[in-house]
């Protein structure tokens, strides 16, 4: 008869091969705590990550953020609580920068000089984005001695031949990043496929894009009609890029070389300007238009806080919205992050019906950094939102943002 295993079997001596197959089916809170179990595990747990072509298990989103003391941290959904990244490089410190997106485990940032780049914080990565220059509306501005001193920005909408609707504006070139960029979002995560960046931005939230690595060394402006501006959020779906303005209407954009060609496929919804709107695809793979509610509390400090969603399914064929009373099992992300739902059978941490939200006003972020941030969830059931946090740990600036963290590398050649 086969005896039982010893109770006080040494998992110590686990292999590491074996100990590391266990933990690629982890998500990463959990593969954190077994660092703490024993100085082989530890080492094998620290390994994994920087295995990201073998460490490829979906994750959950957390919100990012900086904390007291400078270091780059993830709040997990998971567990509701904090995680220290290991120490990032110089050139990736996330306190220094500023975040206009989220797409795929990548971060968009700006650094001090207002060029744009992808940072991975789950494996230390960073990739260039095209230079802030090659943007139709950035004129650079040289010194006497042929160094960059300024940026002048040229409003003009998207029409072409061009029309100056006022004279350009000269900006130092750490501000131009708050004037012009509005939001990033990617195609797809570029470490597994060739990617696809694109950008809203002023004046005027007009759309540009450009390649990610091999082939990106120029944003393309998007030139179609005056009337194909003020976009509030993108996503990428079906092969193309869907882009909503702050009136509802969505216009897909389909990429080809240097070219952006554009169908109006969902009229406006409004007749006015608004703001917070997002586009979304559920799981069922249908898309939804959202719209936020904010206002102003408080006496002495006055702050924006989120007070409600109203959620709309899509019919194209009569081009009508219909309200959307819940979200079934999905959660949604919504912010700076790329607006996403999730299924919570997937997910099992996350709250169904729920909507999961971070400031991204960008006006307000930008001229309140010291404003206590609008961070939390949204029951659409009963319509209340709840702090995700009692005790918060992170600072108002950088803004916090949803990331769902990849440990996927891309190919060094």
Not at 52 to 72: D, E, H, K, M, W
Not at 249 to 254: E, P
Not at 299 to 306: F, M, Q, Y
Request: with cysteine.
């Amino acid at each position: 008869m086969e005896q039982p295993p010893a109770s006080n079997a040494d998992w110590s001596c686990l292999p590491g091969c074996i100990l590391a197959s266990i933990l690629c089916l982890l998500e990463f809170p959990d593969v954190f705590s077994t660092a703490a179990v024993c100085t082989s595990w530890r080492a094998t747990a620290r390994m994994l990550p920087r295995l990201g072509n073998i460490y490829s298990r979906p994750q959950t989103p957390c919100l990012l953020y900086t904390s007291v003391a400078g270091a780059t941290e993830m709040f997990s959904l998971t567990t509701s609580r904090s995680y220290t990244l290991p120490k990032l490089p110089a050139d990736t410190h996330v306190a220094d920068r500023y975040i206009f997106g989220s797409s795929h485990g990548w971060l968009v940032t700006a650094d001090g000089r207002s060029e744009l780049h992808l940072f991975n914080p789950a494996t230390g990565e960073q990739l260039g984005l095209a230079p802030i220059a090659t943007i139709e509306h950035v004129t650079p501005v040289l010194d006497d001695n042929g160094r960059l001193s300024r940026y002048n920005l040229s409003f003009y909408d998207a029409r072409v031949p061009r029309l100056e609707l006022q004279p350009p504006q000269a900006f130092q070139v750490g501000e131009l990043r708050e004037a012009l960029f509005v939001k990033v979002v990617l195609s797809c995560d570029p470490s597994r496929a060739d990617c696809t960046a694109m950008l809203i931005h002023n004046p005027n939230r007009q759309l540009s894009f450009a390649r990610v690595g091999l082939g990106g060394e120029q944003w393309h402006w998007v030139t179609t009609s005056p009337r194909y501006v003020d976009y509030s959020d993108c996503i990428y779906h079906a092969g193309a890029f869907y882009a909503i303005d702050l009136q509802g209407g969505i216009h897909r954009y389909t990429i080809a070389g240097s070219y952006a060609s554009c169908e109006v496929i969902f009229n406006d919804t409004v007749a006015y300007i608004a703001h917070n709107v997002y586009i979304a695809e559920a799981s069922s793979g249908g898309l939804l238009q959202i719209w936020r509610f904010t206002d102003m509390q408080g006496d002495e400090t006055r702050e924006l806080r989120t007070n409600g969603f109203d959620i709309y399914d899509l019919d194209f064929e009569n081009q009508s919205i219909m309200p959307k009373n819940n979200l079934g099992d999905d959660a949604l992300f919504i912010g700076h992050n790329y607006t996403c739902c999730l299924p919570t059978k997937d997910y099992p941490k996350l709250l169904p019906g729920h909507v999961y939200f971070t400031d991204d006003c960008d006006y307000w972020v930008m001229d309140n950094k010291n404003s206590r941030r609008d961070v939390g969830f949204y029951n659409l059931e009963n319509r209340s939102c709840h702090e995700l946090a009692s005790t918060v740990p992170w600072v108002n600036w950088p803004n916090p943002i949803w990331i769902t963290p990849s440990f996927t590398k891309t190919k060094k050649a």
